[in-house]
């Protein structure tokens, strides 16, 4: 019983250790991240405010050109298939 006793303790300690460098690994890697993100923030430039006075774009989507050819075709499918 001592044996199985002292092989407990044994595993508690390296789970112990392993969750104690786990979360140092961890801490350290989100200072890290945080430190480069305010370093890479400072030298990064502000973005610039473009004003244009240009037409809007044309709404998404298949011309009415595109939508007649489809039209037609799905027409002529229609008739073919009755006939």
Request: charged fraction near 10%; hydrophobic fraction near 50%.
């Amino acid at each position: 019983m001592n044996q199985v006793t002292s092989q407990l303790f044994d595993a508690a300690t390296l789970m112990g250790l392993g969750m104690v460098f786990v979360f140092a690994f961890l801490s350290l890697t989100i200072v890290a991240v945080k430190v480069l993100s305010r370093i890479a923030g400072e030298a990064a430039p502000q973005p610039v405010a473009v004003t244009t006075t240009a037409a809007p774009a044309p709404a998404p989507g298949p011309s009415p050109q595109k939508l007649a050819a489809i039209s037609a075709a799905i027409t002529q499918y229609k008739n073919n298939k009755k006939g």
